[in-house]
């Protein structure tokens, strides 16, 4: 079955760096995009990056772009988000999701991962 | 850019209950819009995908519909499992949330 597992989360320090990783298993993972959506506490979704399934592609929201890197390594099944100059507003559950295009350029988050938690403090 | 914005933000309701929610675009969205269900510290769910569209094991008392600018998703008889959050979110170019409907028991 799709599994997505994010880690790497944990307390860092307002100005420091935190790398991410989302290791995906059951679908053919270089077939598919990958985005991170993050969720403030008590807060709506808001997403982060995507990569294509080659990786020739990234694009960001305008609140990390500059600050955050999303890669991948399609030999290892896994996606990177690498989150320079943390700030407080960065805290979060971040989650990984794979993408579906249904046709007719449509597409949607059809997997997610239990999230890993950023605490910027 | 086109933004999406849900309403209500919360809704209380009682078992078997029909219950609507709205997502209104500031664009049409031709029918890119998909919608969520999240439950309190667990991932979302994908409900509905291009509008109307039912996502794999999604139960059937559960619907989406509309064009243009205007989506509703609608639950037919609410089930102890529904109280949840449902989000929507527009599926061209990068994905944008709705702010959430937080669906609580009455």
């Known amino acids: 079955q799709v599994q997505l597992v994010e880690s790497g989360g944990g307390v860092v320090q307002p100005g420091r760096s935190l790398s991410l990783s989302c290791a995906a298993s059951?679908?053919?993972?270089?077939?598919?995009?990958i985005h991170w959506v993050r969720q403030a506490p008590g807060k709506g979704l808001e997403w982060v990056a995507v990569?294509?399934?080659?990786?020739?592609?990234?694009y960001y929201a305008d609140s990390v772009n500059g600050r955050f890197t999303i890669s991948r390594d399609n030999a290892k099944n896994t996606v990177y988000l690498q989150m320079n100059s943390l700030s407080a507003e960065d805290t979060a559950m971040y989650y990984c999701?794979?993408?579906?295009?249904?046709?007719?350029?449509?597409?949607?988050?059809?997997?997610w991962g239990p999230g890993t938690l950023v605490t910027v403090s | 850019d086109i933004q999406v914005t849900q309403s209500p933000s919360s809704l209380s309701a009682s078992v078997g209950d029909r219950v609507i929610i709205t997502c209104r675009a500031s664009q049409s969205l031709s029918g890119y819009l998909n919608w969520y269900q999240q439950k309190p510290g667990k991932a979302p769910n994908l409900l509905i995908y291009?509008?109307?569209t039912l996502h794999f094991g999604v139960p059937s008392r559960f619907s989406g519909s509309g064009s243009g600018t205007d989506y509703t998703l609608t639950i037919s008889s609410l089930q102890p499992e529904d109280f949840a959050t449902y989000y929507c979110q527009r599926s061209f170019a990068t994905p944008r949330f709705g702010q959430g409907t937080r669906l609580e028991i009455k």
């Open positions: 291009a509008a109307s």
């Open positions: 999701a794979k993408d579906r295009y249904y046709g007719s350029g449509t597409y949607a988050l059809d997997y």
């Open positions: 059951g679908f053919t993972f270089r077939s598919h995009g």
């Open positions: 990569i294509s399934d080659d990786g020739s592609n990234q």
